[in-house]
């Protein structure tokens, strides 16, 4: 199922004159409320394809829709409220992250930088291994959510950033 | 004993292997790639942490964040499963180094049993039978008769360069060795202009029968016994069962002398299975040695009542064995149900399960991590679910296993379950008279 | 399925006046809320509580909703072609189906009779004992389901009726 | 044998006797409410016959319509269940004048145990204990005394209109006695406006522990061992266990050859359970027996690894039984799942289960009709599932079933298994010192 398809199928809603659709499938729930006036805040969303290795993944979050059996999130889920106007960079490996390049050394970066793509942001550490991680994308940084000297997993939001 | 196990799997024997730690009072780390978030596996374990994307090779295979997950969760060891990491060397070894006991033999035995011919070699030192042929290829047709009669007839002569059966003749007595060795040498230059040719000993109706060994980190090896899975599709295992229908007490206890012979030969740690061929005339062959738990270890466990995955976790513990081989109990048998279309050339047939109802009762077990509303990824191996029954005869095995297999209820993809109960249903498969060819010259309805 | 298809749905829920839809089926769910008030082509349903022994059950056929699990119907299902138009007249228990009285006597009603409410129209033998089965409700005979001498199961339906 | 076996009966018990109909290669026929529609058991019966709406006296209760779907389909036996008709003597009687076998005993079998005074004579008769008394009211004091002396020390004086505790006097020697029932009588008195006293051995820190008991048509019976199934709320049993944590060998053998007595005082036919009250002592005293499967028979199954549904219809079928006691190998528990929400006074909960996954693995058997997508009927009992477990030790089951349970996953409607958790974990149950009082002091958390 593409976003694009959601998308239309979604205004095709508001147009059709409903106040209410929810729908389910196997592959995904819906729900939407129309004030049936006005354009409603399209809901916008852009993956990125994950690329193995040291890459940056960044995404709009979004809230995703709940799977039938629910797994207890074992880390905090996004900040679901960012959803519409920052972009996430994501962990990109399983690992320690560590917000400087050694104990004695400065941050990398701190909230309210502004940030360059390819710009250093932490390094990663797994087996003995330190991987910089760099920034995928450019803007200032609304907020660190890791903090320094922490275990991440792969795709765990470490920091939001506003592109505009 | 182990504080916190991670579990470098996922699907039914991450499940599995929670289930025994949850039992013994043990921590679970499950790994994940991010096609798994939904699992079971990820679910129940006390702990949780995604490693990669859904392609294997970035998350089950890639050792660094395997590691480095157990580094973060202070796991103080990893239980590989089977398939992915279970017999990589260079993991065993790695985890080692950080100071993280791989629950299995060391790097050195599955290196020793890892390559084909070292293996062999290690096998014939020990005096484990190995299939006897030529050492390479036949100089003239005096040299394979020499051979032959040291191995004796039957034999089969095999292109080197061969496939597709061409250049190949199964040899009955001397007097047909000089036409069939010119005539394979023949075709073997015509079809792939190259007419190297080597000798073999022919296996006569050949069975895959296994024996599961155990040994201890003190040099101690047992048996526990025979699983018979002849029953394969391109070598694919379908269906198992234990006891072998095609076992007698004697070969048992030359099959299983032989095992542990294997085992001793490497000093091996863990569980593992020696893989043999056995000929009509029960004659057997050492075929491979698989340094890890296997797929269909439950029909042992339900045939001598005990916990193979525990034992593996105690004997990874330094616990020591008690010497005693174990024998079967009443009869058990394993159908694989595999997300695969048997109608359509057993296509892979990933996605989501709408309806599900396993079967249960006396005697019937499932092993699963399915679930009405899973999505089967597309990313891994087909198998979702494995099907156990275990009754006090084979007779009554099959006919459990006919009823359980009725009731298994998989819906929104398709299964091998009408593959299953065909086969169940077989005269051949009904009267244990079934070698490794059977799928062969099976036709499903 | 195809959202194309919901969508055409959907704009037809909304004109056909209904305020609320719920609609549930192998592939997905659906439900959808219209502003529209009134009018209605509100569904109409009439089951009569059923009552034990020889009453007879009527109510209006209507396609009823597949259950998740489908589970194969052992006997033919009501025809449903003939819900917006016909009654079907059901058996009040289970046990052999007769048509006559006795075996030399003639069939109490055929196809195309007019019946009236109370009217013996079968007989239905369990444990050796025949119950009459009256018709509950009037109207002509459109078509007689089941054989003379036949097993009928609970709520089985035996014919087709014409109230008007 | 049976060609064809009609059961009357719904949910877990009617799909685990189609199970041993098709292992057995009888044919089936469900009979089914329009409740039940969708069930598991009108899908995997050979036949199904709708026999009335959804009120139990309309359907399962209704012998007529079980009988007419019995001849519809020629089913030539019935298999009643537990609960509903199983124990109803004059439909025992009716399917015999139908020449349909009752699978269980016989209509008068049925009949002397059924009526609980009768019962009690003929089980004296037997030399059956039967927990001592006065016979009705005591006319005075000294009466009493004679008679407690005569059966030993303590005893309960009871209000004959008692209730709620109300005129209730344990004594534990001759001299309370007197106070006692002079403050019963009065107590009773004002409660009741009836000063009516009987006395009746005290049973100190009950047990229910019951025999399961074999018995064949021609008059030979066996015991298959106890079950213990103390854990009760409200006269419900909630967990049963076999063997019993409080079972001695000698307890055993005596309790066992007790209930065979019971059965041979009416030389009975089938399957069946004696149930007794078992003081600290060890004296046990006979309650009742049930004339039928009961709910918590497959514990026995798994310890003794024996079908007993294929038992009942062998019996039922003629064939006589080898005359064996058997015992416990291993260790069985059963959980009994219910749709009630155990945190609101068990209240019913009847709904549509959203997500569903019974435990599997080693040892695990899960016997239930439900599945994702199953509505439960307001209309019957709310049990939906029995999770058994079997292992070698006491402890090791405890462990087992600890897991099992974490790992149900029902979802959409309420269940008991955050109850039977906070059981499992209770000091009192771990260490086996429970006793049928044991809820009454039951937190739940």
Same mark, same amino acid.
């Given at each position: ?164 | ?16 292997? +929670? ?177 190297? +040719? ?248």
């Amino acid at each position: 199922m593409d976003l694009k398809e959601i998308q239309e199928f979604i205004k095709s809603i508001v147009r059709s004159g409903a106040t209410e659709v929810k729908l389910e499938t196997n592959d995904f729930k819906l729900s939407v409320t129309t004030p049936n006036k006005g354009r409603g805040n399209e809901v916008v969303s852009y993956v990125q394809q994950v690329q193995p290795q040291n890459q940056v993944v960044t995404e709009y979050i979004q809230p995703t829709p709940q799977p039938l059996m629910h797994v207890a999130a074992k880390t905090e889920a996004p900040v679901a409220e960012a959803g519409e106007k920052y972009l996430t960079i994501k962990s990109p490996m399983v690992g320690t992250f560590y917000r400087r390049p050694a104990p004695n050394k400065p941050f990398f970066i701190n909230e309210g930088d502004v940030i360059k793509k390819g710009q250093a942001i932490g390094v990663i550490e797994a087996m003995k291994l330190f991987n910089e991680i760099e920034a995928e994308i450019g803007g200032k940084v609304v907020k660190i959510l890791v903090d320094d000297a922490t275990p991440v997993e792969f795709d765990q939001p470490l920091m939001l950033v506003d592109p505009a | 004993m182990f504080k916190k196990i991670l579990i470098a799997n996922r699907g039914e024997i991450a499940l599995r292997v +929670i289930r025994t730690c949850k039992e013994m009072g043990i921590k679970t780390v499950a790994v994940y790639s991010t096609a798994d978030a939904n699992s079971l596996h990820v679910r129940f374990a006390d702990e949780a942490v995604c490693i990669g994307p859904a392609p294997s090779s970035q998350s089950y295979l890639y050792i660094p964040a395997i590691i480095a997950a157990a580094e973060i969760t202070n796991a103080d060891a990893i239980h590989p499963g089977y398939g992915f990491l279970s017999e990589n060397a260079k993991f065993a070894k790695i985890c080692g180094e950080h100071r993280i006991k791989f629950i299995g033999p060391t790097a050195s035995m599955i290196e020793r049993m890892g390559d084909k011919s070292n293996a062999k070699a290690t096998m014939i030192a020990a005096g484990v039978p190995v299939i006897p042929g030529s050492e390479g290829l036949l100089d003239s047709v005096d040299e394979g008769k020499v051979i032959a009669q040291k191995i004796g007839y039957p034999i089969i002569l095999k292109a080197t360069a061969g496939g597709g059966g061409k250049g190949m003749r199964v040899v009955w007595n001397e007097n047909d060795l000089e036409n069939a060795w010119n005539s394979a040498r023949q075709e073997a230059g015509a079809a792939f202009g190259n007419d190297g +040719i080597y000798m073999e000993k022919y296996i006569e109706e050949p069975r895959h029968i296994e024996i599961q060994v155990v040994g201890d980190q003190y040099g101690r090896a047992v048996h526990l016994s025979e699983r018979d899975c002849s029953v394969q599709r391109r070598h694919q295992k379908l269906i198992e069962e234990t006891p072998s229908p095609f076992m007698t007490n004697d070969l048992r206890e030359r099959m299983g002398e032989a095992a542990i012979k294997a085992a001793n030969a490497i000093s091996y740690e863990g569980v593992g299975t020696v893989e043999f061929l056995v000929d009509k005339h029960r004659n057997f062959y050492f075929m491979e040695m698989n340094t890890r738990i296997q797929v269909e270890h439950p029909i042992t466990e339900e045939v001598i009542n005990y916990d193979l995955v525990r034992e593996q976790i105690k004997i990874a513990g330094g616990v020591n064995i008690s010497g005693q081989n174990y024998f079967p109990e009443g009869h058990a048998i394993e159908c694989r149900i595999n997300a695969e279309d048997p109608y359509n050339n057993f296509r892979p047939s990933p996605g989501t399960i709408t309806s599900f109802h396993a079967p249960g009762g006396h005697g019937v077990r499932v092993d699963t991590h399915a679930y009405a509303g899973y999505k089967i990824p597309a990313n891994y191996d087909s198998m979702i679910a494995k099907l156990i029954v275990v009754a006090r005869t084979r007779e009554e095995a099959i006919a459990k296993m006919q009823r359980a297999l009725e009731e298994f209820v998989i819906e929104g993809v398709h299964t091998t379950i009408p593959l299953q109960q065909q086969i169940l249903r077989d005269e051949r498969f009904v009267y244990g008279e079934y070698t490794t060819k059977f799928m062969e010259t099976f036709k499903l309805n």
